[in-house]
């Protein structure tokens, strides 16, 4: 399954011009609010310099990259709770994933209205907030309610439930995101079972004009987000959204002419692997490579099982080199002459770049 990303901001914030950005789709951006109704839904390739070496030096039948998953919902408004807007139900297609991307709009109101008249990122950010905080809130109480009902007919007391439940409502009513690592490792799954956006990691990408592609203002706010603890990318997501459609020597020309080193989906990818602690290993089986994405931390039985429940079950061995190491050596038998491919048990710690030979039997 693809890790994935809910792209939330106020309307005219330019969420599905990122969205095309990041997916190189076409889903439609116009200049009036309110334009996405329905959520859109985007599965994009990694990129991955590694897997690319990797490739043009095995030449595989297949090449498989990891992947992950953009959803593009509706915008926000202030009292979206009270209907205004689209209202907040929108908000359930981005309550189970893995990461959140805040947009804010930076660009000018030259040809596309503000809802709120002017430029005010920071503004912005608090009015989406406060709803996401209220829209949580409303799911927590309405647990606390059904627990309350129950346990009237069972007499039974406050479960543990419902003292976690209680202290998300705290929280919550303080104004505050939740953090998850404040909860001890048995609460952990409790919390993020009730799909709390503000439990999701949390970062903010800037929507920036054309012209100030080079010069990124670093003002207020990105002082605002560092006290919060959180990461901002700054990206022009209406040239990128086109930058996303042209082939490769193309963009490259263009990306010089505007200085600029990578597109967005590497920032936001980066961002993401490195919020939520994710790194990738590879897979050479018969005619197919494949790059695979894991929590750091994770043994190599555990990083088997992605592969296929039995590896994890029937789990020997593993061969394992490091793919930098590989692809300088230029052939397996190279680097079994130098030594560099080693066997590892089971309860070795996958490192990013690993390519795993798994040997099991069930
Ligand atoms: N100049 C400029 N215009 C942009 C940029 N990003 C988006 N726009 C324009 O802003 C308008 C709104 O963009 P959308 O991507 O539809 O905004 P949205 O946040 O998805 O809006 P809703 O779906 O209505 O919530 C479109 O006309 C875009 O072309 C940008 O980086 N620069
Ligand atoms: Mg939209």
């Avoid at 991955?48 to 595989?60: A, F, T």
């Avoid at 061995?317 to 038998?333: L, P, Q």
Wanted: glycine share 6%.
């Amino acid at each position: 399954m693809s890790f994935s990303c809910g792209i939330i901001g106020l309307p005219n914030s330019g969420k599905s011009t990122l969205f095309n950005a990041l997916t190189a789709l076409s889903v439609p951006c116009q200049s009036y609010p309110f334009c996405t109704i329905e959520p859109n839904v985007g599965i994009v390739a990694v990129p991955d310099e590694r897997l690319k070496k990797l490739g043009s030096m095995l030449k595989p039948e297949k090449i498989t990259p990891t992947t992950i998953e953009f959803i593009d919902v509706a915008g926000l408004i202030k009292d979206a709770h009270k209907g205004e807007g689209l209202g907040n139900k929108f908000l359930s297609h981005i309550r189970n994933v893995d990461a959140i991307a805040h947009v804010l709009r930076l660009f000018g109101t030259q040809n596309v209205s503000h809802v709120y008249v002017d430029i005010d990122p920071k503004r912005d950010m608090e009015i989406v907030e406060t709803e996401i905080i209220i829209s949580d809130l409303e799911i927590v109480e309405e647990r606390l309610n059904k627990i309350e009902r129950l346990a009237k007919v069972s007499k039974e007391k406050s479960t543990v439930e419902w003292d976690i439940l209680s202290k998300l409502k705290a929280t919550l009513e303080k104004g505050l995101f939740i953090d998850v690592e404040k909860f001890s490792e048995n609460e952990r799954e409790a919390v993020c079972s009730f799909d709390l956006i503000t439990s999701r990691p949390i970062f903010y990408i800037a929507n920036i004009d054309e012209e100030n592609i080079t010069h990124v203002p670093v003002d207020e706010l990105d002082n605002v987000i560092h006290l919060k603890g959180k990461r901002i990318v700054y990206i022009c997501g209406k040239l990128e959204q086109d930058l996303a459609c042209l082939s490769g020597e193309e963009r490259n020309s263009y990306m010089e002419l505007y200085g600029m080193r990578e597109m967005s989906i590497e920032k936001v990818i980066r961002i993401g692997y490195e919020m939520l602690g994710l790194i990738t290993f590879y897979t050479v089986v018969g005619k197919e490579m494949r790059a695979w994405t894991i929590e750091r931390n994770t043994t190599c039985a555990k990083a088997a099982g992605k592969i296929h429940s039995d590896m994890e079950r029937g789990f020997i061995k593993a061969e394992v080199i490091n793919v930098e190491d590989f692809v300088r050596c230029g052939s397996e038998h190279v680097a079994r002459e130098k030594g560099l491919l080693r066997i590892e048990g089971r309860d070795y710690i996958v490192q990013d770049g690993d390519i795993l030979h798994v040997r099991f039997h069930v």
